[in-house]
Every structure is written in structure tokens, then in C-alpha cells.
């Protein structure tokens, strides 16, 4: 549904991007010379708050209970969804942040930040712009300065929207089934479209003036599968020579699915050239004498930056539904203390396992969240930094992160709801408490945007054996140096002892799969790589809550018990300590059972599923 | 939503019911002595099925997308309701079976299976009947002659409804709180009554003539706390003694609640006596001259059954979400084989992750089925068996095993429907495949009738320590003995050696809270209650499931490979493995981090939460 009475903890964003992450010297890169440094940072995330509180809060209801309707073979979305679209717009917090060429764009680090907050408070409506923006990455990574000029301006200001038109019927997570076809024209880079297209985010909606698709499709004698798959520009509405809309370009919604969650976010089924009149731009080369396309390669432009995004769904709505819980255990009064038996009714937060499930919240958002911003913080880095070998270092820190972002984040999201909504009892399922309307509209992330599936096949096949290793080996050393510095520190030996054996449990589990490797076994990788993705989540958000509870440590010993701020760093440092105990600690389960390496699930036979 | 396309495992179900339980001791002791023997399991069983599949599979859009209204002050549920209602009841498989005393009634072993096929295909409508069939109970049991023959009847008949009602705004786990009072009348065992109660499941519906409530209230000058609380007959309408329907009594729906699942199910709020005119019968005795009463204990009675029922919501819910994602795999053809990549497109349960979220379904489905259904057969026999001793063994193992089976079946039942919609890719949060609105309707399970945290304070702080702690040794001594007598079974070795090592670590876990204790720290208890359940659960189904995987492989020896009902087994054997070895498996970790005893949630001040 979205949430009307809408919380945030800015206390905790601004840790992460003041006194965490090394802003400073983001800002001072020549990218960012029009920023001051830090201090900018509190003008734009509180003004995102507010926004989230005091424009999206107030159209939660209307996200969950009128959405996104199909009325007349057109999506309509309701009117608050207009106005607010307007002033998101206007505050500058929608596409436009994916210009990286202007003047005083924002790093990515401060522009999913802000996202971050506005998710939280409506999963649908941030989908209108978030998928604008990786078309705008598309385009201007490899678009001609033609389609540039054509296109950018209004995906830019927000006047059109951009979508991602990936999934056929027959073609989900194998996207080289795609059967769309595309036909040269006489006009160079002109193709006629045709064919349709499943599960495409706001592929139809009324919040715009018109609709710039990114579609995959095979020109005629392109090679099969995806690589003979090439990109395509393919407005609703043509765009004449001087900006204006030109004809319909026979690109029909022809359905909206009926989803359990994000109401507001359309979902739709397109039909390109139904009536041979779609046409379409193709961005960069058409296929080679190969038959080879260049389509795979440009959709992962905006495939990388849209599971980032995505992560984000999954920790926003975690962190949303964790304070609204935290809210409500504060208040409710129910019981008295096992402590106390026989004393005074107390508010349910005074209660171990309440405590508990509020902790796993805590911990884990703050965790997903390390976790999520520094992978966002290295792709800045991987763009922006001026020294090559550090790009390159970001970039691999980039892409072994992000996969963990997008599954770890949406999986856990599922847990973590499901304890806030136990935390609220009865009401928890109940609409009014909204709560349970963010587990309807996070569990899509978990699939969309590649399943969690393929993330982990992504990190365990190809990240991990990314430059012969190199990527997977800086990722290891980072994890083994920071404990090797740290594991004396007082009072986080226990945590050291305990990350310590997770490291050498998660290499025990790369062993593992080497040796099944080395004897032929390599169904074991497929079949136990959700898990060990897991792991590795688990183990490198260690590393990143750690590093923030012994920050948090410093600034206690610094300020003292009684500052004003001290209860924030005692927090965190408890989520550090209750994470490495709690949750790291269990990776020696996934080494044991990977060692195991029972094979039932594939050795049977299928009829044996009854 | 309730499924329209019904499927389910009777192979399992009669596997269960015919070969794993003992069932002809059952059918031999004198309260069953109509039956002729386990011959009669498969008409009753397979006219559920067709019911479950023509009756309820229909209606399953109404009971999702209409549900039950609430219109001018009355609950309105389907037309299709009724009817449905009239079938179940003319079929035998409604409220009659609450009776316990009529001749030829179920055991609560046939008769909960019956419920775990109904409640498959339809949560919402299995509470008409179930609450009414715990009001039987109580009644059958504490009622006077008079109340039996007022109200028993119409309850059996099915022309009347039973509901439950606890629950106050202020008083949820905390039962002891109820406000809701009663006030003596010149006539001996009448009260009138006043107060309002909420979340009461069915507490208003127009499938029946008359509702009997099932309500918690204090005498006025009871005790405090629930050993004040008695319990009232209070119905809709008061009932003359020919057995007519008299005046409106007073009892005022005054809303139903929005959920996010379990539409068809009206969750109620009522009013006793907003005008002074309600009024109830007490059920047993007045509180005594110490103000002790004895609602507490009767609705425990009730409240018992109800916890079983809802076992099965988690069960049902989770089986119907496995069987329909294995069906969906059986025909989605996406992507290639990873052994054979350049190969033939192939359908996704032929890829190794599909597999191993099937596997996870098939196997913990069947594991929670071995525990539930060996719980309601503890239950027949320390009913019905002729010997005592029997008797007190059976009653102590349904003791300890109702919470795990409460608690655990509904816990999993979000995790297990999760991987059910994540085999469905995208199409698994579109409300055509039904398979969300399992997710949705299942998720108060872990709520209601006691939350999973009460029933894990149940199992060890309560159960555990039953008769001196003798029905915990009893427990344990059930899973020791069937550890060593099997340990040395061909083929089961890693089973066997795994299930002493948890054994050894749910002992661990054991000592480790006795270890605690004695350092008095006595919120380690309820700070790790739930994992501990988890464990314990884990420990037992562990054996159950392996027992019933140890009969499959005889009857493998016996038939053979291609005995057409080989691949039956064959599958069994396998879940029987696959949950051992890759669930089983971790209850180390809950050892591990019991003994690492982090208090990070609880010593942390409440501040610190933001």
C-alpha cells in the first residue's frame, strides 16, 4: 500500500553518509566540483524526506486501493499519482539525476539515498522514474548524438518515461528466447517492430506524455539467443525531426496483470506492430557479418544499475515496516515482564521476544544497508575516480556487490516484514496498519530484474571468476584485512573470533566447490548457489557493520555516554555485535551442509514429486 | 484466494493414514468399533478430495475477491457460501464431527486429515465449521444436560455456528487482561453481559441461523488475571427452551477488519450489551470464595483443537503451494539444461534450482504433515485407548507436540509458499496462478490462537516440564530409541549420524538453558524460545519423517523398482534425506548461538532503537 503515516530513521542515512563513507573525497573528485562536501549532504536528504512524508504519504492509499487501473486499452493511474510525479519532478529527485553528464549531478551514492527514502514510503510510484533513468543511462552511454538530442531532454525533465521491455511470454529468465523481430527500413537505423512482450513496468500509464521503450529484439539474420539480440528506441508516439509527437506507433497495451502488491505500478503486456506500423531506433551497430548484436551488452547498462535499484526495494521496505513495528512496540501495552510477573502491564518493546525480532530488524536493514551503499559508493568510484587502477579496483568491488545487493536484500526483505508484522499481532494483517502491504509489494524483487536465482549464479560463475579471480581475490582480502587490523580491538573480540571462522568457513565452502568441480560435480554449483550467496552476503555485511560498530565505538569513546547522540552509537553497535553473533555465525551451517552435498533434489527421478 | 484448480497428494495423504500410522489399533479400540479398519480411510478421504475439488475449488474467486462484507451492520458472505456450507454439512465432513459422543464418529486422526484436504483448497471457509466444532467440544465436555441438549443439536447440524472469543483491544497474548464482564441474573447460570471483544473469526455471518459465542468474562467479584475468567454461552439470538429462537441478544457487530488475506473469513469486533440486554450461560461453576473461576481451563479445551486447526492451515496452505509450483514446472519450458547448455530448451524442473525449492517444499511439507498427523493420532489414543498407561504417554506426546506443531507448520508455511512463488517467476505474485494468496491467507496462522512466541514459551517453559520434567524424557526417549535402533539401517548411515549429532545438540541446547538458569539469567529462556522451538521441531520431524522414509524402503525391497508405485517411495526416501541432511543439519547452529547467548536485544537501552 504504501505507508500514510511514514517514518524514517535520517539519523541513520546520515551516518552512513557523513561519518561512514568517505564523502569527502567522492566530493572533492572533479565530478563533483560543484559540491562543498558533506555538508550538502543534509539540504538534499532532508528535503527527500519530507517530500516522501508530505507527498507520498498522504497518496498511500490511493497507490494500494485504486493503482494503476486498465480502462479502454489504457492504463490509468490515479490523479494524486500526476501531481505528486510533478513535484518529485520538480524537487529535481526524479530521472534527471540520471543525467551523468550535467553540471552537478549527484553521485550515485546521494542519488539512492534519496531513493532509498522516497521507496520506503511508495514501492509503485518509484518505478515511473527509477526505469526513466536506465533508459537515460542507455541512451547516453550508447545512444548517437541523433538519439541523444531526440530523446534525452524530456526522459531528463520527466516530461516522457522510459521502460525496459525485456520478458516474452516464452522468455523470462532466458532472455535469448526472445522472438520479437526487427526489420530494416529504408531510413538507416529505422527497423520495423514486431511482436510482444510480457511484465513490463509502467509500459502504459498516463503520468506522461509519452513512453520511450528500450526493447530487445532480433534483427532479421541476426544469430540466435542473446547474442543476435539488438536494442531498440521504440516510442508510444513517434517524435518528429523537431521534437514534436508525431503518430501513434502501434505499440499496444493489451493487458495489465492483476498483482498482490505495488497496485500502483502498471504491469504490462505490449504488442509491437500489430498493425505493421511500429518502428523503432536501433542503438549502436547493427548485428556483424556474424551475425553478433550489440543489444545484451547496452540492456546490461541499465540491467546493472535497475538491480541496484531493486536492492533498494527490498531494504527500504525492510527499514519501513522495521520502524513502523518499533513505533507500535513502543506503545502497545501488553503483559507484564518475565522479570516482574507480578508488576505493572509494559509497552510489548519491553518483552525478549519482541526485543529479539526488533533487533533482526535493526541489525539486518543496517547490515543490507552497509552493504547497498557502499556498493553504490564504489560505483562512483568505478565512474568518477581519476586514478585507473582504483576505477578498476571500484568496478570489480561494483560488480561482485551488486548481486548480493539485489538477492540478499529482497530475500531477507521477506523475513524481516513477515517479524514486523508478528510484532503487531492481529493488527499486523490488518490493512489499516499498512505493514502488511510492504510484504505484498516487496516480494516482485525478489524476481524481477533477474530472480535471486541468477544473481547467484552471477556472483558464484562470473563475478567470482571475473580478471582469473582477481575480483574475487581483492573482495577476500578486503574482508581478511579488516579483521586481521581489527581482531584485537576491545570489546568486539568475540565478533573478530566469530568473522574469523566465517571467512574461513565461507573459503571452506570455495574449496568445497572446487574439489566437486575437479571431480566432474558441477550441478553442485547451480544447486547450492542461492546459498552461497547467501553466505557471502552474510559474511561481507559483517565486514561493513563491523567497520561501522567500531566507528560507532570511537565516537562513544569520543563523546562520551551522555552526549545526545550517544544512544545512536550504542545502537549501532549493538546491531554490529548482534549481526556477527547472530547471523554470521551460521555460515559454518551452509560449509557443513555444502559438504554434506546431498544430491536428492536432482538424483531423483521427477515423477518422484508425485 | 482459495484454489480454483485444486490439486492434492492423496497418494501421501493414505500413505500416511494406511501405511505409516497404526491405524488398525486405532479402529480396534472400542469408540471406533463401527469402523471395519483402515479400509475405510480411502471412501471417506477421496470424497473429501472431489468435495475439496467441485465444491470449494469454485468458489475459490468469491472467497478472495468478494469475501465476507460487512453491510449495514451485518456480515454478508457469497451466495456460492451457503451452498458450499450446505454440501460440507450434508457430507459429514462439517461440525458433526466435533460430536465425540455419537456412534461412529471420526477419530481426530481421519477427521483432521479430512480438514487438511478442505483447508487446501479454502482457508477461509474451514473456520465456519472449526470454530464450531471447538464450541462442541467445550460444551460436550464442561456443559450442563440443559446447555447439551440446547445447544448441542444445531451446532452438530451445522444450522448453527460456534465462535471463539478471547481477544479484547487491550488484552491479546496478555488473555488475563479481559475487561469484559458478567453480571449474575435471578436466574441461577444466566448472566448478563457487557464488554466488546475484537477479532473474533466468523463472529458474524449469515451462513448459519443463530451463532453460539464461545465468551471470556469476569464475574463481577473474581479474581484478577485469567484465573478469573469464565466462560459464556452467549448466543445471537437467545434460545427458548423448545428450542426456538428467541430475541435478539444483544450482541452487536460493530465492524470487521481489512486483511490481507483469509477475505472470506469476517473478523469480527462485538458488543455485549450496548443496550443492556445480553446475555450468556455460564459453563460450569460461579467463581468460588477465592474468585477463582473456571473459563480458562474450558476454553483451553477449546483453544487446544484450535491450535491443531491451525497446524493445518500452515500444512495445507504450503502443500497446495508446493503442488501447484510442481505442476507449473512440469510445463514451463525456460532456458537450457546447465549439463548440457547448447541442448533443447527443457521445462524448469529439469534445472537444479527448481529442484531444490521443490525438494524443500515436498520434503518440510511432508515432514509437518508426519508431525501434525502423528500428534492427532496421540490425540485418538489418549482419548480412546482402553490402557491408562497408554493413555498418559499419548497425552504428554500431544502435549509437547501441539505447539511445534502450531508454531512450526505456520512458520514454515511463509517460507515454503515463498519458494512456491519464487518457481513461478513473475507469475507468482499475479493473482491468476492463486498461488499469492496462500502467502496472504496463511499469514495470521502465526498469530492467532497464541502467537508462535507463546507457543514456544509453551512447549519449554510449560511442557517441558510437565509431570517433573517425565513427558520431555519421554520425548526424548522416543527420538534416542529410535536413533539406536536404527542407526545401523543400509543406506540411512549419514542419516543416522546426523540425527545423533542433533540429538546431542538439542540436548546441548538443553543443558545450556539449565546452565543459564543456574546463573540466573532467566530471559536466555524467552530470548531464544523460538529458536529453541524451531530446533525442537527440527529434532522431532527429523525422526518421523526418517521413519516413515525407513517403511518406504522396505516396501521398495518389496516391490521393486518398477512396481508402478515405486516412484512413491523412491520420493519419500528422498524427502526423507534431503530434510535430514539439509534441515536437520542445522540445529548445531542454534546450539552455537544459544551458547554464544548474545543479549545485544535486551541490554540494549530501548533508545537505542531511534
Not at 506500423?277 to 556483424?288: F, S, T, V, W
Request: hydrophobic fraction near 40%; glycine fraction near 8%; proline fraction near 3%.
Amino acid at each position: 500500500m504504501a505507508i500514510t503515516n511514514f517514518l524514517y530513521d535520517m539519523r541513520e542515512v546520515k551516518f552512513v553518509l557523513k561519518e561512514w563513507l568517505d564523502m569527502e573525497k567522492l566530493f572533492s573528485l572533479p565530478a563533483y566540483r560543484d559540491y562543498y562536501g558533506v555538508d550538502d549532504v543534509d539540504p538534499i536528504v532532508d528535503t527527500t524526506f519530507k517530500i516522501a512524508r508530505d507527498i507520498l504519504g498522504p497518496i498511500a492509499k490511493d497507490t494500494d486501493q485504486i493503482g494503476a487501473r486498465f480502462i479502454d486499452g489504457q492504463v490509468v493511474t490515479p490523479d494524486s499519482f500526476k501531481k505528486a510525479m510533478a513535484t518529485i519532478n520538480e524537487a529535481g529527485l526524479g530521472a534527471s539525476n540520471a543525467d551523468r553528464e550535467v553540471e552537478g549531478h549527484l553521485p550515485y551514492t546521494i542519488y539512492l539515498a534519496n531513493l532509498e527514502i522516497l521507496a520506503a514510503d511508495n514501492l509503485s510510484i518509484i518505478a515511473y522514474w527509477g526505469l526513466s533513468s536506465g533508459a537515460i543511462s542507455v541512451i547516453q552511454q550508447h545512444g548517437s548524438e541523433y538519439l541523444k538530442q531526440k530523446f534525452l531532454p524530456k526522459l531528463i525533465s520527466g516530461e516522457w518515461g522510459g521502460t525496459m521491455n525485456l520478458t516474452e511470454a516464452g522468455a523470462g529468465s532466458d532472455v535469448g528466447a526472445n522472438v520479437t523481430k526487427a526489420f530494416p527500413t529504408e531510413t538507416p537505423g529505422v527497423y520495423k517492430i514486431k511482436g510482444n512482450k510480457i511484465f513490463i513496468t509502467t509500459g502504459d500509464n498516463d503520468t506522461v506524455e509519452n513512453i520511450v521503450h528500450m526493447v530487445l529484439a532480433r534483427v532479421e539474420g541476426a544469430r540466435d539467443g542473446v547474442a543476435g539480440l539488438s536494442l531498440f528506441i521504440v516510442p508510444k508516439y513517434w517524435v518528429e525531426d523537431d521534437g514534436s509527437p508525431g503518430n501513434f506507433n502501434d505499440v499496444i497495451c493489451t493487458g495489465v496483470e492483476e498483482k498482490m502488491g505495488v497496485h500502483g505500478q502498471p504491469t504490462c503486456s505490449l504488442s509491437y506492430g500489430e498493425n505493421n506500423e511500429c518502428y523503432g531506433y536501433l542503438i549502436g551497430d547493427p548485428p556483424d557479418e556474424k551475425g553478433r548484436a550489440q543489444g545484451i551488452a547496452q540492456m546490461f547498462t541499465m540491467m546493472n544499475e535497475e538491480r541496484l535499484i531493486t536492492s533498494f526495494q527490498g531494504l527500504s521496505s525492510s527499514s519501513e515496516a522495521f520502524l513502523q513495528a518499533r513505533d507500535y512496540a513502543k506503545q502497545r501495552i501488553q503483559g507484564t515482564k518475565t522479570t516482574d510477573p507480578k508488576g505493572p502491564k509494559v509497552r510489548i518493546i519491553e518483552h525478549e521476544d519482541i526485543r529479539r525480532m526488533l533487533m533482526v530488524q535493526k541489525a539486518t536493514t543496517e547490515a543490507m544497508r552497509a552493504l547497498i551503499m557502499k556498493t553504490c559508493y564504489y560505483l562512483d568510484l568505478a565512474h568518477d575516480s581519476e586514478d585507473p587502477e582504483e576505477r578498476r579496483f571500484a568496478e570489480g568491488m561494483f560488480q561482485i556487490s551488486n548481486p548480493m545487493c539485489k538477492a540478499y536484500a529482497t530475500d531477507q526483505a521477506w523475513l524481516l516484514i513477515r517479524d514486523a508484522i508478528q510484532t503487531f499481532g492481529g493488527y499486523g494483517v490488518c490493512t489499516e496498519y499498512e505493514v502488511e502491504s510492504l510484504a505484498r509489494d516487496v516480494k516482485v524483487s525478489s524476481i524481477w530484474e533477474g530472480t535471486n536465482y541468477v544473481q547467484s549464479l552471477d556472483l558464484i560463475g562470473r563475478k567470482f571468476t571475473m580478471e582469473k579471480g582477481q575480483v574475487y581475490k581483492n573482495w577476500i582480502t578486503d574482508i581478511s584485512t579488516f579483521i586481521e587490523n581489527n581482531k584485537n580491538k576491545a570489546g568486539f573480540e568475540k565478533e573478530f573470533e566469530i568473522m574469523s571462522e566465517a571467512l574461513a568457513d565461507f573459503q571452506g565452502i570455495m574449496q568445497q566447490l572446487q574439489k566437486y568441480g575437479q571431480e566432474g560435480k558441477n550441478q553442485m554449483l547451480p544447486l547450492f548457489a542461492t546459498r552461497m550467496l547467501d553466505a557471502a552476503s552474510q559474511l561481507y555485511c559483517g565486514r561493513l557493520i563491523l567497520d561501522q560498530g567500531l566507528l560507532a565505538a570511537g565516537k562513544l569513546q569520543e563523546l562520551g555516554d551522555y552526549h545526545y547522540d550517544a544512544k545512536f552509537y550504542r545502537g549501532k553497535v549493538a546491531s554490529a555485535s548482534f549481526y556477527v553473533k547472530n547471523v554470521v555465525s551460521q555460515i559454518g551451517f551452509v560449509r557443513k551442509v555444502f559438504e554434506i552435498g546431498d544430491t536428492s533434489a536432482i538424483d531423483m527421478d521427477e515423477e518422484c514429486f508425485g
